[in-house]
């Protein structure tokens, strides 16, 4: 059974910083995009960032989130900072493989 099951999400104020971690099980994702999106309260699901022969970012989080991978742990990461209330949201882990694997979500919650 595949899992994604993602980590590090917490309440953080504006300005501050959070390391989302992901990890891979089930299979080898190695050949594979792995990517962030978020969901915020009352919007639609968006993209955050991806990595796959490169990296790629939304705008708004360019500069501020950084999406690495580790292939021989399975892992991906996302450390983000200089965080903004409007990047609070449910952020989930992603595998673009024959079909496309989600996580479970974590919370990040930017407030004062």
């Known amino acids: 059974q595949v899992q994604l099951i993602e980590s590090g999400g917490g309440l953080v104020e504006p300005g501050g910083s959070l390391r989302l971690s992901c990890v891979a099980s089930?299979?080898?994702?190695?050949?594979?995009?792995m990517a962030w999106f978020r969901q915020a309260p009352g919007k639609e699901r968006e993209y955050v960032a991806a990595?796959?022969?490169?990296?790629f970012y939304t705008d708004s989080v360019k500069d501020r989130f950084t999406i690495s991978r580790d292939d021989d742990r399975n892992m991906v990461f996302l450390q983000m900072n200089s965080l903004k209330p409007e990047d609070t949201a449910v952020y989930y882990c992603?595998?673009?493989?024959?079909?496309?694997?989600w996580g479970q979500g974590t919370q990040v919650t930017v407030s004062s």
């Open positions: 992603v595998c673009i493989a024959e079909k496309t694997y």
């Open positions: 089930g299979r080898t994702f190695n050949d594979y995009p």
């Open positions: 990595t796959f022969r490169g990296t």
